[in-house]
């Protein structure tokens, strides 16, 4: 997933939720995102772009078939 699509699909929390998983703070996990240079970018993206499929996956699951 791109930066600009991670920045776009974003909700509250991620950054907590991605701070947890890499072990570094919400505040780090936002300047390594804008970083491509830091140590953490890779790691950071990675993490984001799990967590965004995860929850899109999770709602497009859970959405109840509307009959017309």
Known sequence: ?????????KAINDFVV???IIGI??????Q???RPG?????AVVGALTRIITG???LISES???VAA
Request: glycine content about 4%.
């Open 38 to 42: 830091s140590k953490y970018h890779t």
């Open 63 to 65: 959405k109840p078939e």
């Open 18 to 20: 991605a701070s947890k």
């Open 55 to 57: 929850r899109e996956q």
């Open 32 to 34: 390594a995102l804008n």
């Open 1 to 9: 997933m791109e930066i600009q699509e991670i920045k776009q699909k």
């Open 25 to 30: 703070t919400p505040g780090n996990v936002k």
